[in-house]
């Protein structure tokens, strides 16, 4: 490298061009803040309660077989308790209807007997909130004696506090035998399936190694000597061995169950990837206050997550003269109120 190129280094979290030759930060890469989101899966939000209801969404897709939720369900839910539909006398169906299937598996696994819960009665939310007052984990700010009086005290909740009620159950149930149990059912199918396409995968690479063998020595014949339809079919069948072995990659990069964590950590700040709820991109940023428990959520357009996917990238070590700069992001991850539980989203 010449005294006059330069190359990017991280400093404090923040990318800057550096003079290779004087050892001086150059010009500061602006990273985009993006703009604050507000909708999640339909549903308008209060901008602190958007990673309550990501937290919320992520679950149900991880777990949609395994309790049944249907489809639309989990939107409906978020739709509904956010102000999105009418609540009159009763708590509308779509949402009894989830609570009371999240405790039947929370009862199950204490070996208590399910309830026979009505959708419109006070039962299940009185019983939610005895859930909640013998937690200790629960936060301050979750509503014991509102549920205490049912339907009606449930009316009274604000649709942040009706998203803590929901995630606390929805935490309450990762730690049941029953869903451990999914979890770990889907890791031994993705062992069995990796260990599968990894046969196949060396089988497909041998055949395709044989097929450029054979077109190499029909190739070394003389122009005259070579037979056009032979050659023909051997491009086809190595193109073709080549998409399946692309195929076998792509199959075991999808398989096995996959946690949703942070492509990046910065301070104060997270990347996470999360797929289906921005237009046209996948990558949101979160700030969050460990202090206050609080945080709030961004998503990009194009052009500013072509930014961030720079950043967030793995950086290789970069060797200077004895000096090594690493580029890399932490391992930590945020506490925050929407994804301080680190749960698996999905299972293929």
Known sequence: MTADEKCPVEIKGELHIRNESTDVPGTKIELPIGTPVTDIAGAELEVDDVGSALQFHEFCRTFAEVLKIRKGQPE???????????????????????????????QEDREENPSDYSRNGDAWIIDTGKYISESTVISKELPVDCLSQGVLGYKKLSPSLKLHVLNFLCDEALSTTTLKNWVLKQHESATERKVAAREKFRAVKE??????????????????????????????????????????????????????????????????????????????????????????????????????????????????????????????????????????????
């Not at 956010?82 to 598996?105: C, F, K, N, Q, Y």
């Not at 023909?232 to 996959?258: F, H, M, P, T």
């Open 76 to 106: 409906k839910v978020l739709q509904v308790i956010t102000g999105g539909g009418r609540i009159g006398r009763e708590v509308p169906s779509v949402v009894a209807d989830l609570h009371i299937s999240l405790l039947s598996v929370i």
């Open 207 to 348: 055949k395709e190694k044989e097929l450029k063998e054979k077109l190499t020595i029909k190739m070394a014949k003389p122009r005259f000597l070579r037979n056009g339809a032979e050659i023909n079919s051997l491009v086809s069948q190595i193109k073709e061995a080549y998409e399946d072995k692309k195929a076998v990659i792509d199959e075991e990069k999808l398989g096995g169950l996959v946690r949703k964590k942070p492509v990046r950590i910065d301070e104060g700040v997270a990347y996470w990837k999360l797929d289906g709820y921005c237009d046209k991109t996948a990558i949101m940023r979160q700030e969050f206050d460990a202090t206050e428990n609080t945080d709030k959520w961004f998503m990009f357009t194009e052009e500013e997550e072509k930014v961030i996917k720079g950043h967030v990238a793995p950086r290789p070590q970069l060797k200077r003269k004895n000096k090594t700069h690493t580029l890399a992001g932490h391992n930590a991850l945020p506490i925050s109120s929407s994804m301080k539980t680190q749960t698996p989203v999905s299972a293929v």
